[in-house]
Each structure stands twice: as C-alpha cells, then as structure tokens.
C-alpha cells in the first residue's frame, strides 16, 4: 500500500488537499491510504521512525511556520532517511523551487498555489504518478503483471496468472484470465510472451502461466487450469508444453 502524507499549517488549506486526496482513492479504488495529515513535521519525522522501509508520498507545505522546521528542510530529513520516498512540495513561492536541488532532495514535483481547481489537478497527478512508480517498484520485487484497464493501473502478481488470451471480438486487445477475475487491456499478444519464463504461447490466442496447470488432455488438446478453466494447444506445441509442465 502507498501511505500519503501531508505537512502544512493552513487548516483550510490542508483540509482542501485531503478532501482532494481522499476523492482521488474513492473514485479510482486503489491501494493508498491517507495516513498522516498534520501542520507538525515531528509527525512526519515519527513516521519516518516508525515506518522507515514504508513506500510513501510525501505533500510538503515549503512555507511551514514552525519552530524547528521548515518545509525544505523536512523534505531534506525524509529524503536523507528514505531514498525511495516520493515527494512534492506545496508552496506559494515557485521561486524557491531551486532549495529543493541545492538540498539534493530530488522532488518529484512542485505545486503552487494557484486556484482550487489547478492544486486539484496537480494534486492529483502527483499522487497517480506516485502511484504508478509504486506499482513499478512492487512488481520488481514480487514479479507482478502491470496493466492498465480503462486508465487505472493495476498489477497483478505472476502467481496469480492463469493465462493471456487475444480477444475474441475486438483486435488490439487481450483478456488476461487471474484465479479470481478477467481483466480487458489493449495490447498485442506478442508482447506478453517473453515476459517471465514460466509463460508460454501455446496457441495463437493464448499464453498460458505453465506454474498454474492442473492437467493437460494431449487429444483434446487443452490444458485445465487450477481454476477449472481451460486454455487451446496448439499441435506442434503440445511436446515442448509437455517438457515445461513436467
């Protein structure tokens, strides 16, 4: 899950960007909480101790009127205590943006204060890229499918895969076929083959995850996944698939 938190000491302010933060994970029902929002950066810094190996995004007030630290300074203290932490500064002064390198915080990006409806989108766009190189990052490290359906991401653990499948009616487009659902995406069969070794094309329409075969009919010429489900063989297929699954 990707945790979001926000620094900034405008009440009004702060309640605006969680309003936009909370309506932004309703309507696209992704894996991301709101766990900090605050105009203390202790908060943020007790965070940081408690979850320091936790992927997060980090919304930074620049203009933190506090006693011991102000926003660039915050940024700095998250980014030197977590190198993958995503952060973005929220400011008035887009003339300060240049703090941001000179403190080598590596900002993801820059929000300034303009009308309700421009720190919405920007707001916005800083969490669904957030988002997406957090699903980037999880599928690196736990060999994950990345797909987008309709303009949501979603990814999809490799175990969890039965099988590809061109789709039947529209061209462009597959079905990929999980133990629990079937997702519709455009993208060419070609492109799913050599994703991970244990996917093979074994018919035209079909690239099946060799991991999740329960059975295999050689004259039928279909393999009977764990789920029930049945995936076409190819002929000339047939003995190299019989040589994976065993």
Do not use: W
Not at 71 to 88: F, H, N, P
Not at 92 to 121: F, G, N, R
Request: charged residues 25%.
């Amino acid at each position: 899950m990707l945790h979001i938190l926000i620094c900034e000491d405008n009440l009004e302010q702060r309640i605006q960007i969680e309003n936009y933060v909370n309506q932004y994970i309703a309507a696209k029902n992704v894996d991301v909480k709101l766990v900090v929002s605050t105009a203390n950066p202790t908060e943020i810094l007790n965070y940081l101790i408690e979850f320091p190996d936790k992927r997060a995004l980090y919304l930074l007030d620049v203009d933190l009127q506090h006693d011991t630290l102000n926003g660039i300074e915050l940024g700095a203290k998250v980014r030197e205590t977590d190198q993958l932490a995503k952060v973005a500064f929220i400011t008035t002064h887009s003339e300060l943006a240049y703090l941001t390198y000179k403190h080598k915080i590596k900002a993801m990006d820059y929000i300034v204060k303009s009308t309700p409806k421009e720190i919405e989108l920007s707001v916005i766009e800083c969490i669904s890229t957030a988002y997406r190189l957090y699903l980037e990052e999880q599928s690196e490290q736990m060999k994950c499918f990345t797909v987008n359906v309709f303009g949501e991401v979603i990814s999809v653990p490799h175990d969890d895969i039965l099988f590809f499948e061109t789709h039947p009616q529209i061209s462009k487009r597959m079905i990929l076929h999980t133990k629990s659902s079937k997702l519709d995406f455009r993208e060419l069969i070609s492109n799913v083959i050599n994703l991970a070794p244990e996917f093979y094309h074994c018919h035209k329409s079909f690239v099946v995850n060799t991991n999740n075969i329960r059975a295999i009919d050689k004259v039928a010429r279909k393999a009977t996944m764990v789920d029930g489900s049945h995936v076409l063989i190819a002929t000339r297929k047939m003995p190299d698939l019989l040589k994976r699954v065993k």
